[in-house]
């Protein structure tokens, strides 16, 4: 287990708001991410944890500084953990356009040159990370998971392909059928290459038709959002999942566009949702 | 009357957080302001205006997306009017320091070269912006005002220099005493010279001993603020002001440094204070 180094603290909302580096064995990378600790965790209960999966060129500040997530989180009482998108650094493999390389890990294990050695984000964020969180903090093993955009597309796929492990899984304008949109397919062709198997075993889409499990689904979109309907279709996935069995409850919001605007507008909703599933 | 130029508009809680650019007469600039009409605004109704300002380094943006102030706008029907903290440009005189020059207006009006022929904040947040802002949208004239650090300075100082024009006055961690404290003393002898009058208006804790009106006023400071006490002496204006006759509420926060997680902390009873004092 790696050790953790404090890398800033902040007081918020009678909680502590805390980055934190590591050594992480997926990728081979100093990796930072931030938690949240709600007044409950420092008084001694331990907490659910809500992971955080944040979009396009984010890290761990983009959701922890606009979404208005640690006052809900305060008053749930659930911890909230917000990792990087991609390992970075100057010995990282990278790549100009704002949609490849650091900032755009896509939550997959790569396979291709220059990318395996240290794009293996799924595991960071499915295994690695959960481990070092309830090894260092007072949580609980009870865990859901949200995310944003390329994040939501994480938050969804991470979700399906671990049955039992999240109460729930939720997403703002996620990517939902990366096989099927230019991001994906983008993304998916430089880290995996030519086969599909592979592809489709990151596609929520094609996971939600598949999956020998269930859990409930929240997901928001906005209808003013650039991406709509091209990259983000996130009807596709509403129709698989209802017809795999699913509940999902989908809101198209009027008005709303890509950004944290949207997001903090109905971060509420959000969390409870998941306070729900996790009998809070 | 200058014209308007529309740069972004998000829908956030229903109601749109805009940003507009406008050649201001005042610092002979274009100027970029944010104002966030909440939804009661949108369905014709006339509501107040509360003028956010910030500290040094900030721009319209900060607050914006870091304070969660648009929730509470849109809960109790109040615009939000947020201006830049100084003129920029290529050909604006700046400096090296974060502390001087562009992003560090101090809202005042310059009086010395190089900085007298742009900077002129006062003029331009206690006059010409509000009459712009009332003139271009669905706002009454009653107003309300409040900032952050430099910010917090010029909330308290613009509000007591103007008897009647602002319903309340609040701050977090404001610099309330700059002719005795470091960053006030280096901002004032490069805008103001050492004309000692000139300073002396400018100050709030000298301003608030001479007032001939009141308006309440609330502070927040935290105890964990790295600038605490040596640039910010709340408990020096919070003595000045209740001797001089005003109610002030003056809160010392546990923990809390000087950053945005402070302020979205305690903005909620920020927000409160204010709507009481323009009767919502």
């Known amino acids: 287990m790696s050790e953790l180094t404090l890398v800033s603290r902040n007081t918020v909302f009678g909680g502590h708001h805390e980055r934190h580096s590591h050594h992480s064995r997926s990728t081979g990378t100093e990796m930072t991410f931030a938690v949240y600790l709600p007044p409950r965790a420092l008084q001694g209960h331990a907490v659910p944890v809500l992971y955080w999966l944040s979009g396009l060129t984010c890290n761990d500040e983009n959701f922890s500084t606009k979404a208005g997530a640690q006052r809900l989180a305060a008053e749930w009482g659930v ?14 493999p990278n790549d100009e356009a704002y949609d490849l390389g650091q900032g755009a ?33 007072p949580v609980t093993q ?15 796929m991470v979700a399906l392909k671990n049955p039992g492990r999240y109460a729930a899984v939720s997403a703002f304008a996620p990517i939902v059928n990366p096989t ?16 599909s198997a592979l592809w489709a075993d990151y596609d929520s889409t094609l996971l939600v038709a598949a999956a020998n499990h269930k859990l409930p689904i929240l997901i928001d979109q906005g209808d003013a959002d650039n991406f709509y309907p091209q990259q983000l279709q996130p009807q596709t996935f509403v129709a698989a999942a209802r017809s795999a069995g699913f509940t999902v409850e989908f809101n198209l919001r009027p008005g709303y566009d890509h950004s944290y605007y949207f997001i903090a507008s109905f971060i509420d909703s959000h969390f409870a949702f998941h306070a729900d599933a996790l009998g809070l």
Chains 1, 2 share one sequence.
């Open 180 to 195: 099927e949109t230019p991001w994906g397919q983008k993304a998916f062709a430089a880290y995996l290459g030519d086969d």
């Open 142 to 156: 009870q865990r859901s998971i949200f995310g944003h955009s390329m994040g939501g597309h994480g938050a969804l």
């Open 105 to 137: 890990g896509f939550y997959v294990n790569a396979t291709q040159n220059p990318w395996a050695a240290n794009y293996r984000m799924y595991d960071y964020v499915a295994h690695e990370l959960p481990a070092l969180v309830e090894a260092h903090f």
């Open 79 to 92: 911890a909230l953990v917000m990792p990087d998108t991609s390992p970075r650094g100057a010995d990282v």
